[in-house]
């Protein structure tokens, strides 16, 4: 069963706009993941938070995480035409575990 | 690009059948993760490997196995193949196969079962 649930499942915004999706999961974690597939292309890697840190930036991206909620965001901001992709949350306990991803259309 | 590569990446064939879908991790990664990747249930993990042991399993089917060679590299054996069994089939590989480690994933094996 997955773990991690995104939410929306799809997310359809205009270039310039910022992009948020949410995960929520289940049960305790070590760090959480989160990764962009391009259409027919694999997963890449965009960005891990642990546990114990409740926000993280990188570039553009800002995952924050509520563990107490067992929840976790990820924004977008100043959307792209390319960042047009599927967006997956992993949680991790031994293994990654991806929820059903968020398909982020960003219209130029 | 990931550095992973995986071969072939599409495959046809029948029902009964048995394939192998080939892994080449990134260089100097140690530990191998194979997924399935279907409409309907998502992305799986299969089984993971640690230079060369299998270190963790999930949802892999009696059906496949798998293996990591002396060389790192890994295979994954699909038989008697079922239509169920179609999906996308994703190689990762990471440096020390820990939890706090980054995957990087190869572009897949399309898998089709006619």
């Known amino acids: 069963s997955q773990q991690g649930e995104e939410d929306p499942q799809a997310l359809s915004i205009q270039e310039g706009e910022n992009a948020t999706m949410n995960c929520s999961y289940k049960?305790?974690?070590?760090?959480l993941q989160w990764y962009r597939q391009n259409s027919g292309r694999g997963l890449v890697h965009l960005i891990l938070?642990?546990?114990?840190?409740r926000e993280k930036h990188s570039g553009r991206l800002r995952v924050t995480l509520d563990t107490s909620k067992k929840s976790s965001s990820l924004l977008i901001t100043a959307s792209r035409a390319a960042d047009t992709a599927s967006y997956f949350c992993?949680?991790?306990?031994?293994?990654?575990?991806f929820g059903q991803g968020t398909i982020l259309t960003v219209h130029p | 690009d990931s550095g992973v590569t995986q071969t072939p990446k599409h495959l046809i064939t029948a029902t009964g059948q048995r394939v192998t879908l080939r892994c080449s991790p990134r260089?100097?990664?140690?530990?191998v993760y194979w997924y399935q990747q279907s409409l309907d249930q998502g992305l799986q993990f299969l089984i993971q490997?640690?230079?060369?042991?299998?270190?963790a399993k999930g949802n892999i089917l009696e059906r496949f196995s798998a293996q990591q060679f002396p060389d790192l590299h890994s295979e994954l054996n699909l038989s008697s193949l079922e239509l169920g069994d179609s999906a996308l089939y994703f190689c990762?590989?990471?440096?020390?196969?820990?939890?706090?480690?980054?995957?990087?994933f190869g572009d897949g094996t399309r898998l089709s079962i006619l």
């Open positions: 990762a590989s990471s440096e020390f196969g820990t939890d706090n480690q980054p995957q990087h």
């Open positions: 049960t305790s974690i070590n760090n």
């Open positions: 938070i642990r546990s114990n840190e």
């Open positions: 992993g949680t991790s306990y031994g293994k990654l575990t």
């Open positions: 260089s100097g990664d140690l530990s």
């Open positions: 490997y640690y230079n060369g042991e299998e270190r």
